[in-house]
Every structure is written in structure tokens, then in C-alpha cells.
């Protein structure tokens, strides 16, 4: 992953939840399920991603399983996180709360899931146009499979924390998006300093 495509992760993972959170009032649950709809996007494309890469069906299918089961226990933890945060949380009213919730008069599920579908489509196009080798598009998997277990670790942290501790949504929506770009960030600034 280069550094245009880390920012470029830095400000849609980030930056736009982070906006979302102090404009347009989204809780932690709005912010989580604007992260799993990025992280399922990146699933899908995944998947068109190893059409152009020669390896093995079999070290391929490991990948794309390695990929899926890391994607579905982060689901699953920002779902126990949110019973945790609010004793009658119902994950499908929420949902449907995040899909539907106005802010310029648009739902913004009809803005942001084409915009996510979007950003990964030009990304994929992108990687074709460069005519990557087969070892850097594997590497930009392997990438971020590594960004995968570093959110899990996080989001792992956020709902060991607060099984012992009662903390603010405020402070919990700061330590997730903390942990997502904190690494982004670290490995950004790594790639800047002389050799």
C-alpha cells in the first residue's frame, strides 16, 4: 500500500466518521456500521481483486477465508460492544436508523453505500490500469489482512475496556477510530524517514 492510498484510507475510515460523529450526530453504533459497510465493500472487491492475481485456487481460497472470518468476528464484537453501551439495542432498527437518517434532506444510505462502491471500483480499476506484478498485488492483500487484525485487536480492546469500565460513547467512538487510523498514520509516517 503506497502513501496515497493510506491517506486516502485515513480520511474515509477516519475523517468521515469523525465528521459524521461531531456534525451530523452519529453515535457509536452509526460509526461501527459506516465501518462494517466500508469493510464489506473491500470483502466484495476482494473477491474481483484475486481474479487477476496467479495463485493457486486453494492458497486463494485460504486468503479469501482468512479475509471473511476476520471481517465476520469484527462484526460480531462491534455488535457485543453494542450491547454493552446500550441495554435495548436492536442491531436491525439500527441499521435501518443508519440507512435512512437525514441530515440535507438525503438518506444517507443512498449517498454513502454507492460512494463506498464507488471508491473501491476506481481503486480495483486503478490497480488494473497500473499493471501490478502478481508479488505486489499479493502484498496489498497481505497488507490489508494485517489492517483487518489490527482493527480486530482494537475493536477487541474496545469491548474488554468497557466490561470493566462504564465509559462515555464520546470516549469509546475516539478509541475505535483511534485504533483503525493510528496504524495508517504510524506506517505513513515509517515510509517518510531516510534511509
Known amino acids: 500500500m503506497n502513501n496515497q492510498e493510506k491517506i486516502a484510507l485515513i480520511l474515509g475510515d477516519v475523517a ?12 457509536f453504533y452509526f460509526i461501527a ?7 464489506l465493500t473491500k470483502q466484495i472487491f476482494l473477491f474481483f481483486r484475486f481474479k487477476n492475481i496467479n495463485l493457486s485456487a486453494s492458497f486463494k481460497a485460504i486468503l479469501l477465508s482468512k ?6 468476528v469484527q462484526v460480531l464484537i462491534i455488535i457485543l460492544i453494542n450491547y454493552q453501551i446500550t441495554s435495548d439495542f436492536n442491531p436491525v432498527k439500527g441499521l435501518v436508523s443508519f440507512l435512512t437518517y437525514k441530515d440535507m434532506g438525503v438518506q444517507q444510505g443512498v449517498i454513502l453505500i454507492p460512494l463506498l462502491i464507488f471508491a473501491e471500483w476506481m481503486k480495483l480499476k486503478a490497480d488494473r490500469k497500473l499493471n501490478l506484478s502478481d508479488e505486489i498485488k499479493q502484498k496489498k492483500i497481505n497488507d490489508n489482512l494485517q489492517l483487518s487484525q489490527i482493527h480486530l485487536a482494537a475493536i477487541g480492546f474496545i469491548l474488554g475496556i468497557i466490561n470493566f469500565l462504564v465509559l462515555p460513547e464520546s470516549i469509546i467512538v475516539y478509541i475505535f477510530l483511534l485504533g483503525i487510523g493510528l496504524p495508517l498514520f504510524l506506517s505513513i509516517s515509517k515510509n517518510k524517514r531516510p534511509v
Request: proline share 4%; hydrophobic share 65%; net charge negative.
Open 33 to 39: 456500521l459506516y465501518f462494517i459497510a466500508d469493510q
Open 16 to 27: 468521515l466518521p469523525l465528521i459524521g460523529f461531531l456534525f451530523w450526530n452519529w453515535g
Open 67 to 72: 479475509s471473511y472470518i476476520l471481517f465476520f
